[in-house]
């Protein structure tokens, strides 16, 4: 039985729902790990697909083939892959900027804006930004911080009284789309290019069809995310109608863009974008 990654975020309910509900069977042993480690496990061989960073796929290419249509991305703000600032950006140079251990692509999109968009030059130190952590982010020295997933949409939100701390909230979605005016892929699904191609289709038909009653679903799913998270339901629905599970034409093309600007930038090497396929 392959063994399939995936994110303990709400973003990702619209994708697995229909599977954890038993509406969609995947026969596959489900594993969960937040991005970071997703990244680790499938860069070692030890899951056969998952959701990995955008920028994981750029670094081990040669490992893996990329979902077809399948993808966590936005097309303006994203509201859970934030930077929360005690000033202004553009007072932030020199300045300490906790990013997520989380995270791989939010901290190189960061990483290129303030470079590339901002003209700034912070020292960007890691440090652990999960819901668990919220309360302790007075405890530790910083300027600004980047969050991402559930944390950053309990800050974003308000729900979470310790974004009282953080007058200036930036949304890095929202940053990418006025920056480039294309969508931005922050997550994506590939398969191990060692595994027999019929089982990864058959876990990408799967997958699928769940993100298709996902995304028909979103009421019901946002109910499920308000309970595990404590974050309105309303605010909930507006998080999941922002997102697009989809890697269509105009989403590659932020991909590409991406990838061409890291690889400019002396970050990661633009590799080609290669598809599973039943071929």
């Known amino acids: 039985m ?3 990654g995936r994110i303990p975020y709400i973003n990702t309910y619209p994708v697995y729902g229909a599977v954890d509900r038993g509406i969609v069977s995947l026969d596959a042993t489900m594993v969960d790990g937040i991005p970071s480690a997703l990244n680790a496990e499938m860069a070692n061989g030890t899951l056969d697909v998952s959701v990995i960073s955008a920028v994981e796929y750029a670094l081990h290419a040669e490992r893996y083939l990329l979902l077809p249509d399948l993808a966590i991305t936005c097309d303006g703000p994203v509201r859970s892959v934030m930077l929360f600032s005690k000033r202004p950006v553009s007072e932030l140079d020199g300045s300490t900027v906790l990013v997520s ?25 890691p440090a652990d930004a999960e819901s668990a952590d919220i309360a302790h982010f007075a ?43 294309l969508p931005f892929v922050f997550a994506v699904w590939v398969a191990q290019r060692s595994i027999p191609v019929a089982e990864s289709l058959r876990v990408h038909a799967g997958l699928i069809a769940s993100r298709d009653w996902g995304v028909a679903n979103l009421p019901i799913l946002a109910a499920q995310a308000a309970q595990a998270t404590g974050v309105p339901r309303d605010i909930c629905e507006l998080y999941f109608s922002g997102l697009d599970y989809r890697l269509s034409l105009p989403h590659l093309r932020g991909l590409t863009e991406f990838y061409r600007r890291l690889d400019a930038s002396g970050r990661v090497i633009a590799r080609p974008l290669v598809f599973l396929s039943a071929a």
């Open 101 to 125: 251990r989380s995270s791989l692509t939010s901290v190189e999109l960061l990483r290129l804006l303030f470079l590339e968009r901002w003209g700034v030059t912070p020292i960007l130190v």
């Open 2 to 4: 392959l063994r399939v």
């Open 139 to 181: 405890g530790e020295p910083h300027d600004a911080r980047l969050v991402i997933g559930d944390a950053a949409l309990l800050l974003s939100s308000g729900t979470s009284s310790v974004s009282r701390a953080y007058p200036y909230h930036v949304d890095l979605g929202l940053e990418w789309k006025e920056w480039t005016g």
